[in-house]
Protein backbone atom coordinates (compact mmCIF):
# COMPACT_ATOMS: atom_id res chain seq x y z
CA UNK A 1 0.00 0.00 0.00
CA UNK A 2 1.60 3.57 -1.24
CA UNK A 3 0.20 7.16 -1.03
CA UNK A 4 1.94 10.58 -1.16
CA UNK A 5 3.23 11.75 2.56
CA UNK A 6 3.19 14.62 4.79
CA UNK A 7 7.04 14.90 4.46
CA UNK A 8 9.67 17.02 2.88
CA UNK A 9 13.14 16.06 2.52
CA UNK A 10 15.62 18.89 2.23
CA UNK A 11 18.98 20.43 2.12
CA UNK A 12 19.19 23.83 4.56
CA UNK A 13 21.32 26.44 4.14
CA UNK A 14 22.88 28.60 6.88
CA UNK A 15 21.35 32.04 6.87
CA UNK A 16 23.53 33.66 8.69
CA UNK A 17 26.91 32.49 8.41
CA UNK A 18 29.64 31.83 5.40
CA UNK A 19 29.14 31.81 1.84
CA UNK A 20 25.26 30.70 2.20
CA UNK A 21 24.41 33.91 4.29
CA UNK A 22 24.34 35.39 0.87
CA UNK A 23 20.92 35.00 -1.07
CA UNK A 24 22.89 34.59 -4.72
CA UNK A 25 25.02 31.83 -3.41
CA UNK A 26 21.67 29.90 -1.90
CA UNK A 27 20.69 30.52 -5.88
CA UNK A 28 23.54 29.55 -7.06
CA UNK A 29 23.46 26.15 -5.11
CA UNK A 30 19.69 25.38 -5.52
CA UNK A 31 20.57 25.80 -9.67
CA UNK A 32 23.84 23.40 -9.94
CA UNK A 33 21.63 20.94 -9.01
CA UNK A 34 19.20 18.78 -11.13
CA UNK A 35 16.62 17.53 -8.75
CA UNK A 36 15.06 14.42 -11.05
CA UNK A 37 18.55 13.00 -11.41
CA UNK A 38 19.29 13.37 -7.54
CA UNK A 39 15.47 11.98 -7.11
CA UNK A 40 16.41 9.10 -9.25
CA UNK A 41 19.42 8.15 -7.51
CA UNK A 42 18.43 8.03 -4.05
CA UNK A 43 14.73 7.11 -4.47
CA UNK A 44 15.48 4.12 -7.04
CA UNK A 45 12.25 2.53 -6.71
CA UNK A 46 9.62 5.56 -6.91
CA UNK A 47 8.99 5.70 -3.21
CA UNK A 48 8.88 9.32 -2.99
CA UNK A 49 7.75 12.53 -5.37
CA UNK A 50 9.73 15.07 -6.73
CA UNK A 51 9.46 18.07 -4.27
CA UNK A 52 9.82 22.22 -4.90
CA UNK A 53 8.66 23.18 -1.59
CA UNK A 54 8.52 23.29 2.07
CA UNK A 55 5.32 22.35 2.70
CA UNK A 56 4.00 18.46 1.02
CA UNK A 57 1.29 19.20 -1.66
CA UNK A 58 -1.15 17.36 1.15
CA UNK A 59 -0.94 20.22 3.30
CA UNK A 60 -3.75 22.54 2.98
CA UNK A 61 -1.53 25.39 2.96
CA UNK A 62 -0.41 24.39 -0.28
CA UNK A 63 0.59 26.75 -3.34
CA UNK A 64 1.35 25.14 -6.66
CA UNK A 65 1.34 28.64 -8.11
CA UNK A 66 4.66 28.89 -6.22
CA UNK A 67 6.87 25.88 -7.55
CA UNK A 68 7.75 28.03 -10.95
CA UNK A 69 9.82 30.54 -8.44
CA UNK A 70 12.07 27.88 -7.90
CA UNK A 71 15.11 28.49 -9.42
CA UNK A 72 15.56 25.58 -11.85
CA UNK A 73 18.90 23.98 -12.80
CA UNK A 74 21.32 26.01 -14.66
CA UNK A 75 24.14 24.95 -14.61
CA UNK A 76 25.75 27.61 -16.47
CA UNK A 77 23.22 30.23 -14.66
CA UNK A 78 24.88 29.07 -11.36
CA UNK A 79 28.27 29.88 -12.61
CA UNK A 80 27.71 33.61 -12.98
CA UNK A 81 25.77 33.88 -9.95
CA UNK A 82 28.53 32.24 -8.03
CA UNK A 83 31.12 34.86 -9.28
CA UNK A 84 28.63 37.75 -8.99
CA UNK A 85 28.77 36.75 -5.21
CA UNK A 86 32.32 36.49 -5.02
CA UNK A 87 33.38 32.94 -5.84
CA UNK A 88 34.46 32.42 -8.90
CA UNK A 89 36.79 29.48 -8.13
CA UNK A 90 34.17 28.03 -5.41
CA UNK A 91 34.92 27.24 -2.01
CA UNK A 92 34.76 24.75 0.82
CA UNK A 93 32.13 24.00 3.14
CA UNK A 94 30.64 21.19 5.08
CA UNK A 95 27.12 19.26 4.90
CA UNK A 96 26.07 17.48 7.86
CA UNK A 97 23.52 14.43 7.89
CA UNK A 98 22.40 11.58 9.89
CA UNK A 99 23.95 8.16 8.78
CA UNK A 100 21.19 6.46 6.71
CA UNK A 101 21.29 5.33 3.34
CA UNK A 102 19.14 7.99 1.87
CA UNK A 103 20.94 10.43 3.75
CA UNK A 104 24.11 9.06 2.50
CA UNK A 105 22.74 8.89 -1.44
CA UNK A 106 22.10 12.53 -1.59
CA UNK A 107 24.65 13.53 0.20
CA UNK A 108 27.15 11.89 -2.01
CA UNK A 109 24.92 13.45 -5.26
CA UNK A 110 24.89 16.90 -3.77
CA UNK A 111 28.84 16.59 -3.54
CA UNK A 112 29.33 15.72 -6.87
CA UNK A 113 26.68 18.51 -8.51
CA UNK A 114 28.40 21.34 -6.73
CA UNK A 115 32.09 20.20 -7.47
CA UNK A 116 31.00 19.44 -11.10
CA UNK A 117 29.32 22.65 -11.97
CA UNK A 118 30.52 25.35 -9.17
CA UNK A 119 34.31 24.23 -7.97
CA UNK A 120 32.39 24.15 -4.53
CA UNK A 121 34.03 21.43 -2.27
CA UNK A 122 31.68 19.58 -0.02
CA UNK A 123 33.28 17.59 2.80
CA UNK A 124 30.30 14.64 3.82
CA UNK A 125 29.55 14.45 7.65
CA UNK A 126 27.73 11.71 9.07
CA UNK A 127 26.61 11.05 12.80
CA UNK A 128 23.79 9.19 14.58
CA UNK A 129 20.73 11.10 15.32
CA UNK A 130 21.58 12.62 18.61
CA UNK A 131 24.74 14.13 17.35
CA UNK A 132 23.74 15.66 14.21
CA UNK A 133 20.43 17.06 15.78
CA UNK A 134 22.87 18.88 18.33
CA UNK A 135 24.89 20.33 15.06
CA UNK A 136 22.04 21.28 13.24
CA UNK A 137 20.39 22.91 16.34
CA UNK A 138 23.56 24.96 16.74
CA UNK A 139 23.69 27.10 13.79
CA UNK A 140 27.04 26.12 12.75
CA UNK A 141 26.49 24.08 9.97
CA UNK A 142 27.08 25.32 6.52
CA UNK A 143 24.71 23.35 5.39
CA UNK A 144 22.73 20.22 7.15
CA UNK A 145 20.57 18.32 4.91
CA UNK A 146 17.22 15.98 6.92
CA UNK A 147 13.73 15.33 6.14
CA UNK A 148 10.19 16.90 8.01
CA UNK A 149 6.89 15.24 8.92
CA UNK A 150 3.79 15.82 10.80
CA UNK A 151 0.23 17.27 10.32
CA UNK A 152 -1.46 18.93 7.74
CA UNK A 153 -1.58 22.51 9.42
CA UNK A 154 1.45 24.20 7.85
CA UNK A 155 1.91 25.14 11.74
CA UNK A 156 4.03 22.21 11.92
CA UNK A 157 6.18 22.50 8.71
CA UNK A 158 6.77 26.69 8.58
CA UNK A 159 6.55 27.84 12.26
CA UNK A 160 9.18 25.53 13.16
CA UNK A 161 11.47 25.34 10.53
CA UNK A 162 10.95 29.33 8.89
CA UNK A 163 9.61 31.74 12.37
CA UNK A 164 12.36 33.75 14.39
CA UNK A 165 11.15 32.47 17.61
CA UNK A 166 12.53 28.78 16.38
CA UNK A 167 15.72 29.67 15.76
CA UNK A 168 18.05 27.39 18.11
CA UNK A 169 15.48 24.72 17.35
CA UNK A 170 16.19 21.51 15.47
CA UNK A 171 13.82 23.18 12.23
CA UNK A 172 15.02 26.56 12.22
CA UNK A 173 19.05 25.50 13.21
CA UNK A 174 20.47 27.55 10.05
CA UNK A 175 18.51 31.07 11.31
CA UNK A 176 16.25 32.08 8.98
CA UNK A 177 14.61 34.92 10.12
CA UNK A 178 12.31 37.33 8.28
CA UNK A 179 9.73 39.63 9.59
CA UNK A 180 7.31 39.67 6.61
CA UNK A 181 7.36 35.92 7.34
CA UNK A 182 7.20 36.07 10.83
CA UNK A 183 4.02 38.17 10.66
CA UNK A 184 2.14 35.77 8.26
CA UNK A 185 2.63 32.83 10.55
CA UNK A 186 1.56 35.16 13.36
CA UNK A 187 -1.17 36.37 11.76
CA UNK A 188 -2.38 32.52 10.86
CA UNK A 189 -2.54 31.81 14.45
CA UNK A 190 -4.81 34.34 15.66
CA UNK A 191 -7.54 33.39 13.13
CA UNK A 192 -9.96 30.23 13.81
CA UNK A 193 -11.08 30.31 9.75
CA UNK A 194 -9.00 28.05 7.85
CA UNK A 195 -9.35 29.79 4.55
CA UNK A 196 -7.99 32.90 6.43
CA UNK A 197 -4.91 31.08 7.64
CA UNK A 198 -4.31 29.08 4.78
CA UNK A 199 -4.11 32.71 2.82
CA UNK A 200 -1.26 33.86 5.55
CA UNK A 201 0.88 30.48 5.18
CA UNK A 202 0.56 31.16 1.67
CA UNK A 203 1.56 34.45 1.65
CA UNK A 204 4.34 33.51 3.73
CA UNK A 205 5.53 30.64 1.85
CA UNK A 206 5.73 33.10 -1.01
CA UNK A 207 8.51 35.01 0.68
CA UNK A 208 10.26 31.71 1.84
CA UNK A 209 10.60 30.76 -1.74
CA UNK A 210 12.21 34.01 -2.36
CA UNK A 211 14.31 33.71 0.17
CA UNK A 212 16.33 30.42 -1.43
CA UNK A 213 16.55 28.86 1.88
CA UNK A 214 17.45 25.43 1.18
CA UNK A 215 16.61 22.72 -1.64
CA UNK A 216 13.11 20.83 -0.99
CA UNK A 217 13.97 17.38 -3.51
CA UNK A 218 11.38 15.30 -2.35
CA UNK A 219 8.11 14.05 -0.65
CA UNK A 220 8.54 10.33 0.55
CA UNK A 221 5.81 7.99 0.29
CA UNK A 222 3.87 6.19 3.16
CA UNK A 223 4.86 2.52 2.40
CA UNK A 224 3.29 -0.39 3.89
CA UNK A 225 3.44 -3.99 3.63
CA UNK A 226 0.18 -5.37 4.36
CA UNK A 227 -0.79 -9.07 4.53
CA UNK A 228 -4.23 -9.69 1.51
CA UNK A 229 -5.98 -11.12 4.78
CA UNK A 230 -5.85 -7.95 6.39
CA UNK A 231 -9.35 -5.65 5.51
CA UNK A 232 -10.46 -2.60 6.06
CA UNK A 233 -7.01 -1.11 6.75
CA UNK A 234 -6.95 2.50 5.34
CA UNK A 235 -3.56 3.89 4.88
CA UNK A 236 -2.69 7.75 6.15
CA UNK A 237 -0.56 10.55 4.98
CA UNK A 238 0.63 10.92 8.45
CA UNK A 239 1.61 7.13 8.43
CA UNK A 240 -0.31 6.37 11.90
CA UNK A 241 -2.34 3.07 11.80
CA UNK A 242 -5.58 3.31 12.74
CA UNK A 243 -6.94 -0.29 14.25
CA UNK A 244 -10.43 1.07 15.29
CA UNK A 245 -12.26 3.93 15.13
CA UNK A 246 -15.75 5.10 14.25
CA UNK A 247 -14.63 4.74 10.51
CA UNK A 248 -12.25 2.55 10.17
CA UNK A 249 -12.56 -1.18 11.62
CA UNK A 250 -9.86 -3.52 10.58
CA UNK A 251 -10.03 -7.26 10.66
CA UNK A 252 -8.25 -10.77 9.16
CA UNK A 253 -9.75 -12.57 6.89
CA UNK A 254 -9.36 -16.64 6.76
Not at 207 to 215: A, D, E, S, Y
Not at 224 to 239: E, I, M
Amino acid sequence: MEMPGLHVAYIYFNQVNGPTADIKVREAIIKAVNIKELMAGVYQYQEAQPASLPLPPGSWGYDSSLESEVPAYDPEGAKKLLAEAGYPDGFDMNIYISNTEARIKMATLFQAYLKENLNINVNINTSEWGTFSEIAASGKADVFAMSWTWYPDPYFFLNKIFHTSSIGSLGNGQGFSNKEVDQYLNDALLSTDQKKRAEAYKKALAVIVKQNPGIFYANENVNWGVSPKVQGLKLRADGKVKICTPDINVWLSR
